[in-house]
């Protein structure tokens, strides 16, 4: 069975940093692509970040130069690293496993969900 564990959300005010991290098992981390999607009140789960199993990247051009995704496949591990941190950016953020080695933008192809983690922005 497949899990996903989100950590390291919290509080922050405008222009700091969180790392997101996601700790998966039940499968063979290495081989899938894992991603991060978000999803603020009253608006539906987009997409924030991708990475293949080869480590090609995808972003939204929301979020473009200011968080990076990162993979430890030693530590079947996912991270978020975010920086300049923006009001707008306050989300319920989810970790997803994809179900295939390439990283996509779209949810349908993302096979797993972790509980999620809250981010809150503060102007």
């Known amino acids: 069975q497949v899990q996903l564990v989100e950590s390291g959300g919290g509080a922050v005010q405008a222009g700091g940093s969180l790392r997101l991290s996601c700790a998966a098992s039940?499968?063979?981390?290495?081989?899938?692509?894992m991603g991060w999607f978000r999803q603020a009140p009253g608006r539906e789960r987009q997409f924030v970040a991708a990475?293949?199993?080869?480590?090609?990247?995808y972003y939204d051009d929301s979020v473009k130069g200011r968080f990076t995704i990162s993979r430890d496949n030693a530590k079947n591990t996912v991270y978020l690293q975010m920086s300049s941190l923006k009001p707008e950016d306050t989300a319920v953020y989810y970790c997803?496993?994809?179900?295939?080695?390439?990283?996509?933008?779209?949810?349908?192809?993302?096979?797993?969900w972790g509980q999620g983690t809250q981010v809150t922005v503060s102007s």
């Open positions: 990475i293949g199993w080869s480590g090609v990247l």
């Open positions: 039940g499968r063979a981390f290495s081989n899938y692509a």
């Open positions: 997803a496993g994809g179900a295939s080695r390439w990283a996509t933008r779209a949810r349908s192809d993302y096979a797993y």
